[in-house]
């Protein structure tokens, strides 16, 4: 990649999409969005006025979620999925963190 175009790429935490433009990048419906929210399944940013902020990190979510919701799992199977696949990451952070210290 060159070097203009990694520069010009948001951090992937930072939450700078509107609802509009994660919709657009995910593939999915505003309201998808919304009702995914609703289900706890992501928990976007919110500016100073209320809106709703997503990160590439959160786009990167909604797409595991359609994903899943397509393989036929239903949102609350969707929902502790993703708890597990959250644990397990940190879970493997910790390890390392652990495994580092150790050295």
Excluded: C, F, K
């Excluded at 949102?75 to 879970?91: K, M, N, S, Y």
């Excluded at 952070?93 to 150790?102: G, I, K």
Aim: glycine share 8%; aromatic share 4%.
């Amino acid at each position: 990649m060159s070097e203009w175009r990694e520069r010009r790429l948001p951090d992937p935490g930072r939450a700078v999409y509107a609802i509009s433009v994660a919709a657009d990048l995910s593939g999915l419906a505003v309201q998808t969005l919304r009702l995914y929210e609703t289900h706890g399944l992501i928990t976007p940013a919110r500016s100073n006025g209320g809106t709703r902020r997503y990160s590439g990190d959160d786009v990167a979510r909604l797409l595991r979620i359609a994903t899943l919701a397509a393989e036929g799992i239903n949102l609350a199977g969707v929902r502790r999925i993703l708890e597990l696949e959250d644990l397990v990451t940190r879970l493997r952070a910790e390890n390392s963190r652990l495994r580092r210290e150790q050295q």
